[in-house]
């Protein structure tokens, strides 16, 4: 009598996000990868200016400006489809496109709060059994695509809430 193979368990692999810091490679070109790959002698040729915008008040933005006399840039299949850029071990999405005289500016945002956005969903929890820091944890966690890496080191301390007054 043959034995049953065992079942195997699936593994999944999320990829992991980086965290916000001073980015370790000049703005350059040949630094960047679009779409996983990195970009040609000639994309390369035709970016004129990148900006490194960093916050933590919002979503940081990499921004790139594109040579493109002819409009074959903004027809490349590059830009079809849902398009991500790496720089510096980070990844982008590409959240705006603005066609100028003879350019192509590419508004990128870090793909972590950009996949936060996509949680939109009211919630909500009762101050008695969650802190803000374990709420925003849960914000946090509920993203699917990718591991979003967090520190909060207050996670389990309680924030006093101060008096209402009525007027």
């Not at 790496?86 to 590419?106: A, C, P, Y």
């Not at 080191?153 to 007027?167: D, F, H, K, L």
């Amino acid at each position: 009598m043959a034995s049953k193979p065992k079942k195997r368990a699936v593994v999944v692999r999320v990829p992991k996000l980086s965290v916000v810091r001073r980015p370790r490679a000049d703005l350059d070109p040949g630094n960047v990868k679009l779409q996983g790959k990195k970009v040609s002698v000639q994309l390369a040729r035709a970016i004129t200016d990148m900006q490194l915008e960093q916050t933590i008040e919002g979503a940081s933005t990499l921004t790139i400006t594109v040579t493109d006399y002819t409009g074959s840039f903004l027809r490349s299949a590059l830009l079809t489809g849902p398009v991500t850029a790496t720089f510096d071990g980070i990844e982008w999405t590409l959240v705006k496109t603005s066609k100028g005289d003879r350019t192509v500016v590419l508004t990128f945002e870090e793909r972590a709060v950009n996949l936060l956005r996509q949680y939109s969903k009211p919630r909500k929890a009762s101050r008695d059994s969650v802190t803000r820091a374990q709420f925003v944890r849960s914000l946090i966690t509920e993203v699917k695509e990718a591991r979003i890496p967090y520190s909060i080191p207050e996670i389990n301390e309680r924030q006093t809430v101060a008096p209402t007054t009525s007027g």
